[in-house]
């Protein structure tokens, strides 16, 4: 299948949200589905679990319930009945220690049972009674349990209980039922039937195709091993496959290397900034925080695994009496020079062109001729701005994308003293008849044309053809502080005194000058009297 349940909701990394939908996040415009993991304790409530049910917005209850072959775990759904938890949408994880009783209870409210048989019988040597809750109406569902006691997938989770069914249970399944386990039970238990499940019109595009060796197509998918998956698509992304088809349907794969077989991976998406890491990246983390540890880092497939083959061998619980050689079953198969299966319909084919159209254009405008060269994307995108524009406009590969007041979420905090700027460029890379709607029509598109969206992300540019790429950018600038304290103005000197500056000397000096010529000017009139007088 195509999705995963029991990954963390918070702190995600890519592959959790890229190669599977990840049951327990924001899937098809809804978050409906609860999990409890730990004990269910008896004063356990869970009022959300009933208002969800009783109002519609419950999809699935995925509950760890009764993991064990006691009284105690089976006593576990005693509390689930009492404390009216036991609703249509409960999805009982495990159940190893249920019984009848149970088993008819869970199948009249509709309820289903995810049944991870490698881990019951590492730990405990026997597995729930899947015969008796098929009997009782039970949705079953095949999932491999938590990784230290279960297997890497559940196409391997598959084979376990093929073998249980072939030689323990008396064939009660048939093939098509055994594959129902790991599709369509899953999503009609988990409330996704509207949306995904099925290879039909309106539906998303949520499927994994398989090498054909066997001419029973239920058969063929029970057999398939780690190389025969041919393609993985989630949403209509291609996610996972053979090197010559990831390359026929994306330009930015990254090579996987198996044991005498090869697949390629992107795990990337452009627009969206938790999903950057690269499938390198994200290994080279996982190694680091191994580092030290006694418990290496488990090799990604399982076939070519021999210590995991080993440890089921002589696992005295998983074998209990038994004799359960999985890979001689399964996994002892021939592999071509390519990688292929010897006696697929694959092994000794041709790879892919992936220049050829068939005649078909796909709406891309050139006729169905060879595709014309793309334009090559600088790894890292010049930046301008900002400018105080809004409006996407016109711009060049060279010049880069246009940095403005952004206006989308990225997911960033910005800090006080900052403000957020953000960008998108779109360019041609193939041609087509298509318009691009951003705030206005970008019609008659040549291969390597650009359109600048300033203020925007990926995500939130508009709508664009497949022909078009986008790549965005976003920076922090600093902003000034409007509080700040102007300059004090420099105080007003207080006015002089008249006494002070050379006009006043001046003036004393004239004034001085006056008086001692009217002194003399009248001592020389007095004198000349005096003279008369005589």
């Known amino acids: 299948n195509t ?3 029991g990954s963390s909701n918070s702190n995600t990394d890519t592959f959790e949200t890229m190669l599977a939908r ?17 004990e269910l304790e008896s004063d356990y409530e869970g009022n959300h679990i009933k208002e969800g049910s009783a109002e519609g917005t419950l999809d699935a209850w995925f509950l760890h319930l009764a993991e064990g072959i006691d009284e105690s775990s089976r006593a576990e759904f005693d509390v689930l009945v009492q404390n009216d938890l036991l609703v249509e949408e409960i999805v009982v994880i495990h159940g190893t220690g249920l019984t009848q009783t149970e088993f008819s209870a869970l199948g009249d409210v509709g309820g289903s049972l995810a049944w991870s048989p490698t881990s019951n019988l590492l730990l405990y040597g026997d597995t729930t009674d899947v ?6 109406g039970v949705n079953i569902m095949i999932g491999p349990d938590w990784a230290p006691s279960g297997s890497k997938s559940s196409m391997h989770e598959l084979k376990t209980a093929d073998w249980w069914d072939e030689n323990v249970l008396g064939d009660i399944f048939t093939d098509f039922e055994l594959v129902q386990t790991i599709s369509t039970n899953v999503v009609d238990a988990i409330g996704w039937s509207d949306h995904t499940g099925r290879i039909q019109a309106g539906l998303a ?3 994994v195709v ?11 998918v029970i057999d398939a091993v780690d190389p025969d998956v041919r393609l993985v698509v989630v949403g209509g992304l291609a996610v996972y496959g053979d090197v010559d088809i990831m390359q026929a349907m994306d330009d930015e794969i990254e090579i996987i290397e198996g044991v005498g077989f090869t697949k390629a991976t992107d795990i990337t998406y452009d627009g969206v900034p938790e999903a950057q890491q690269t499938f390198a990246e994200m290994f080279t983390a996982l190694q680091e925080c191994n580092q030290g540890k006694s418990v290496p880092i488990e090799y990604l497939f399982t076939l070519g695994d021999d210590r995991y083959f080993d440890v089921l061998n002589r696992s005295q619980s998983f074998q209990n009496g038994r004799t359960i050689d999985l890979w001689s079953d399964y996994y002892d198969i021939e592999l071509d020079e390519n990688g292929h299966r010897v006696g697929g319909t694959v092994g000794g084919a041709d790879p892919i062109e992936t220049n050829i159209t068939n005649g078909n254009n796909n709406g891309n405008g050139n006729g169905g001729t060879n595709p014309v060269p793309e334009p090559e994307l600088p790894v890292l995108w010049d930046t301008y701005g900002p400018r105080g524009a809004t409006l996407a406009h016109p711009t060049t590969i060279a010049e880069g994308i246009h940095l403005e007041a952004c206006t989308s979420d990225n997911g960033q905090t910005t800090p006080d003293d900052k403000e957020l700027l953000c960008g998108a460029i779109l360019v041609v890379m193939q041609p087509t008849d298509e318009c691009m709607n951003l705030d206005g029509w970008f019609c008659q598109l040549e291969v390597e044309d650009a359109v600048a969206v300033p203020g925007k992300l990926c995500d939130d540019s508009g709508t664009f053809p497949s022909q078009v790429t986008c790549r965005d950018a976003w920076s ?3 902003v000034e502080d409007d509080n700040t304290n102007p300059e004090p103005e420099p105080e007003p000197e207080e006015p002089k005194s008249w006494t002070e500056g050379p006009l006043f000397w001046v003036a004393a000096i004239s004034l001085v000058g006056l008086l001692v010529a009217s002194i003399v000017m009248i001592n020389n009139n007095l004198r000349n009297e005096d003279d008369n007088e005589e």
Do not use: H, S
Request: proline share 2%.
């Open 3 to 5: 999705a995963i349940q």
């Open 22 to 38: 990840n049951i327990e996040l924001y899937n098809f415009g809804k978050d409906y589905i609860w999990t409890k993991v730990t």
């Open 131 to 136: 015969a008796t809750a098929k009997a009782e």
């Open 205 to 207: 595009a949520d499927f």
């Open 210 to 220: 398989l090498d054909t060796f066997n001419a029973d197509p239920y058969r063929n």
């Open 476 to 478: 922090y600038l600093d």
